[in-house]
Nanobody, 125 residues
C-alpha cells in the first residue's frame, strides 16, 4: 500500500513563494502518474500539475508560468514550487497518484486512486 504525505503549506503574502512536498512510501510501481490538486471551499478538487514516470509534465492554465512540479525519485518526493502567489491560490493542496502514465484527463480527480491528506496554503493581500 502506498501512502502520500504532503507538507509545506503555510500562510504567505501575495507575491510570495512556497514549496510543497509530497513523500511517497510503500511499494511504488515503475509506471505512475502523480499530480497536485487543490480544493477551494465547497468546490471539487482540481488538478493543477502532473508528472509521470516518462517525464511528461502538464499544468493547468491557472498556474502555468508560476508553479513548477518536480520529482526526486531517489527520495520518492514530489515537489510543487509556487511563485508569484495570488490570493486566489488560497486552497487546500493535495498530491495524488495512480499507476500508469498520465493521460489526457490527468487533471480529473477520478483518474487518481491514491491521495494524501492535504496541506493548507493561505495567501493574503
Amino acid at each position: 500500500e502506498v501512502q502520500l504525505v504532503e507538507s509545506g503549506g503555510d500562510s504567505v503574502q501575495s507575491g510570495g513563494s512556497l514549496r510543497l512536498s509530497c513523500v511517497a512510501s510503500g511499494y511504488i510501481q515503475s509506471d505512475y502518474c502523480i499530480g497536485w490538486f487543490r480544493q477551494f471551499p465547497g468546490k471539487k478538487r482540481e488538478g493543477i500539475a502532473s508528472i509521470d514516470s516518462d517525464g511528461k509534465i502538464d499544468y493547468a492554465d491557472s498556474v502555468k508560468g508560476r508553479f513548477t512540479i518536480s520529482l526526486d525519485n531517489a527520495k520518492n518526493t514530489l515537489f510543487l514550487q509556487m511563485n508569484s502567489l495570488k490570493v486566489e491560490d488560497t486552497a487546500m493542496y493535495y498530491c495524488a497518484a495512480e499507476w500508469g502514465y498520465c493521460t489526457g484527463s490527468w487533471s480529473g480527480e477520478l483518474d487518481y486512486g491514491i491521495w494524501g491528506q492535504g496541506t493548507q496554503v493561505t495567501v493574503s493581500s
